[in-house]
């Protein structure tokens, strides 16, 4: 189907794709404001969701096949309605991209283990978004800035194969009180599920992230430096202490 084929068909309520399909271009039911209903079906050959492909319409779920490979920027964003991505057994996903589902009603993500990329304000706005599940046998690599802004999520576990976590890639996620970090982590590692450190030499000896759910935090004495942005949005925190014989040498920017 390609680019803008039933962009801004506003009539269009029900589609049901067949499984011969293999991609969807850009912006192919942009804006379609009363498409609800858009069943992929099981069987699928779906390769490719272009970018804009469903930006705007008002779907409410959607069943990812296994034949997909890559979700372009925008595809979903602003479908107001959708609470329900599911995405089928032994998926072939690779990539979420930029705002993919930017400001959708999402409330609960299963990522697929085949995804090594999550792209910039990927679920960002997503304000109903409390459980983000990345299995422990993942391949996710990258975790780009604002990936998770204005969510809800409470609890995040990152797994071993993480090994970028952009500076911002978390802002504005007030609900957050745990984080945790693989211990087969080379690069990150999480410290009283409150902090991520970074891998400095050698040594996670340097702050990249604390939780924002925070009021009151003390920074242990072996952390010799505290990253840019790693309390950039912690708007709660009232009282910052070091331990005795804190080694911090400078907080600067990456």
């Not at 925070?214 to 708007?235: C, D, G, H, M, Y």
Request: hydrophobic letters at 35%; aromatic letters at 10%; charged letters at 25%.
């Amino acid at each position: 189907i390609e680019q803008y084929a039933f962009s801004c068909d506003i009539q269009i309520e029900n589609i049901s794709l067949p499984s011969t399909v293999e991609y969807l271009g850009r912006r192919a039911f942009h804006a379609c404001e009363k498409l609800r209903n858009f069943r992929i079906k099981p069987d699928s050959k779906l390769e490719i969701i272009g970018e804009e492909a469903l930006c705007g319409s008002a779907i409410e779920k959607v069943s990812i096949p296994s034949s997909l490979q890559v979700i372009f920027d925008h595809s979903f964003r602003r479908c107001k309605h959708l609470k329900d991505v599911e995405f089928r057994s032994y998926s072939n996903l690779k990539k979420i991209g930029i705002c993919a589902f930017e400001s959708t009603s999402i409330e609960k993500i299963s990522i697929p283990s085949s995804v090594t990329v999550i792209g910039r304000g990927a679920f960002a706005n997503c304000n109903k978004l409390k459980i983000v599940e990345i299995p422990d046998n993942s391949k996710l690599e990258k975790i780009n800035e604002f990936t998770f802004q204005s969510t809800s999520i409470e609890s995040l576990s990152l797994p071993s194969s993480i090994t970028f976590l952009n500076d911002c890639w978390s802002s504005f996620m007030p609900k957050m009180s745990k984080i945790t970090v693989s211990p087969n982590n080379q690069r990150y590692k999480s410290y009283k599920d409150i902090f991520i450190l970074y891998n400095n030499d050698g040594n996670f000896d340097s702050l990249v992230f604390c939780v924002e759910s925070l009021k009151e935090v003390t920074i242990p004495s072996f952390i010799k430096i505290i990253r840019s942005q790693a309390f950039r949005n912690n708007k709660q925190i009232k009282k910052v202490c070091f331990e005795k014989n804190s080694n911090l040498n400078v907080a600067k920017s990456n």
